[in-house]
Structures are given as structure tokens and as C-alpha cells.
């Protein structure tokens, strides 16, 4: 089992990230759209805790950069109907401290605007880790080990390509890699789109 990785950093496609070893492996991780991994530039010196998930025909590593996440990245995965995939997606929208307030408090609402959810797989999400959230370890909101995707021009850029055509999850995840902050809207929106091509 696969629980940490440390390496050189190099950007990938389908919210993934390449992570090349000291050995020379580079080992593909999906990782959060909002995930403060985006920020770094090619060769970045990185590290990310990981959970490696092995089915019959795929054994794939899912990584986060601090502890918490994965910790609630994995006790999303124990709801009957959220996999990975649904997992990461919940993962990419709300930050750690959102999703626990939106189980905590019952909103459903914010859990199924993830891409591939819907009303009753989130309404099971709350009923199930309710009790478990309530119990979980604080997580720091003002860390910045996680990117949170408040800047009302990385919003309307994410909106815009929402118009466009592309899901949520897509938007959220090409935006949310734009290192730069403080861009206007249109910039945001160019140096998306090259990244979804």
C-alpha cells in the first residue's frame, strides 16, 4: 500500500498528475481539481499522501496534500455508492472544511452539485458520516495546503465554461490550475481552455 509519495511534479490530463521519483517511476495520482498541487511548475519537488485503490483491472493511486483530506477522501469511499471517481469529484468542488460543514449541517445541495452525484447518493453521504464528521479531526481553513475557489473571477471563469459546454467538475478542476491569482476573468478562461484541449 502506496501512502506517501515525494518527487518531481509534472502536470497530466483527466485530473491527474505525474509524480517522478528519485528511482526515475513517475507514478500517475489523480488528484482534487482544487488541490494546491496545481500550483506548483513542472519538476517541483513534491509530496502527496495517497490512496491506492486496487480493483480487478485497475490499481490506481488518488493523492492529497495534507493528511485530512485523504483521511476524508477515504471515509467518503465507505458510503455505499460513492467510488473514487464520485469521490474525487465531491473532493474537487468543496474544500475539506466545506464538505464537513455541508455533511454536519445537511446540505445536500452542495454535495450533489459534484459532477456524477446526485440528490439521494449525497443524502446517503450525510446520513452516513454524519456521526463521523462530528467526530473528525478539525481541519485548518486558513491552511494553505488547499486551494479554496472563491476569487469571484475564478468563479465567473468557471461559470463561463460551465456555458460553454463543459461540466462542472471539467470547470472547476482546469480553473482551480491556474497558478496565478488575481487574473481577470478572461484570463482565467484562456489559460483554462488550453488546459482542456
Not at 509519495?5 to 502536470?11: C, D, L, M, S
Not at 485497475?58 to 469511499?77: A, R, T
Not at 475557489?149 to 459546454?165: C, Q
Amino acid at each position: 500500500m502506496i501512502r506517501t509519495i515525494k518527487g518531481a511534479f509534472h502536470p497530466n490530463i483527466d485530473g491527474s498528475v505525474i509524480i517522478e521519483t528519485t528511482s526515475g517511476i513517475g507514478f500517475r495520482v489523480f488528484v482534487p481539481g482544487n488541490s494546491s498541487i496545481y500550483r506548483n511548475v513542472e519538476g517541483d519537488q513534491v509530496k502527496l499522501y495517497t490512496s491506492m485503490i486496487v480493483r480487478e483491472d485497475d490499481i490506481s493511486l488518488y493523492g492529497f496534500s495534507d493528511k485530512e483530506s485523504l483521511e476524508l477522501f477515504e471515509l467518503l469511499i465507505t458510503v455505499n455508492g460513492i467510488g473514487a471517481k464520485a469521490g474525487m469529484s465531491i473532493m474537487s468542488i468543496l474544500s475539506p472544511w466545506d464538505l464537513k460543514n455541508a455533511i454536519a449541517s445537511g446540505d445536500s445541495k452542495a454535495i450533489c452539485a459534484a459532477n456524477g452525484v446526485g440528490k439521494k447518493t449525497a443524502e446517503r453521504v450525510i446520513l452516513e458520516l454524519k456521526d463521523k464528521v462530528e467526530s473528525f479531526g478539525d481541519i485548518n481553513h486558513d491552511t494553505t495546503e488547499t486551494v479554496y475557489i472563491t476569487n469571484d473571477n475564478r468563479t465567473e471563469a468557471i461559470n463561463a465554461l460551465i456555458s460553454l459546454g463543459y461540466t462542472k467538475n471539467e470547470a472547476t478542476s482546469a480553473v482551480g490550475r491556474v497558478a496565478e491569482n488575481d487574473l481577470s476573468c478572461e484570463e482565467y478562461i484562456k489559460k483554462a481552455l488550453r488546459d482542456l484541449f
